[in-house]
Nanobody, 123 residues
Framework: QVQLLESGGGLVQAGGSLRLSCADA????????MGWFRQAVGKEREFVGAITWSGVSAYYADSVKGRFTISREHAKNSVFLQLNSLKPEDTAVYYCAAEVEGNYRSFKSWKYWGQGTQVTVST
């Protein structure tokens, strides 16, 4: 059973940076494609980015491309999301996800989810 735990969220001023982490307590998700999504109040959960098992390839939503970076460290059984040049519209709960089948940009295609971590960007 995959159990994902996100951390690293917080309050930051516009233009600032945060680094989110996602770890699997059961140490099983090294076999999976991993993704990050976010959900703002009143909005649907949206794709942020995804990274392949090898970590060689990563894919991003246009809204975050060039500002956010996904990476993974198999030795730490962890996936990271570096958020730079943050904007108020990046405010949301950020979720990591594991094991995708189908369209990786759709939250409906992912099997395992963490509990989320809040990111708030002030003006």
């Amino acid at each position: 059973q995959v159990q994902l735990l996100e951390s690293g969220g917080g309050l930051v001023q516009a233009g600032g940076s945060l680094r989110l982490s996602c770890a699997d307590a059961e140490q099983t998700f090294n076999n999976y494609v991993m993704g990050w999504f976010r959900q703002a109040v009143g909005k649907e959960r949206e794709f942020v980015g995804a990274i392949t098992w090898s970590g060689v390839s990563a894919y991003y939503a246009d809204s975050v491309k060039g500002r956010f970076t996904i990476s993974r460290e198999h030795a730490k059984n962890s996936v990271f999301l570096q958020l730079n040049s943050l904007k108020p519209e990046d405010t949301a709960v950020y979720y990591c996800a594991a094991e995708v089948e189908g369209n990786y940009r759709s939250f409906k295609s992912w099997k395992y989810w963490g509990q989320g971590t809040q990111v708030t960007v002030s003006t």
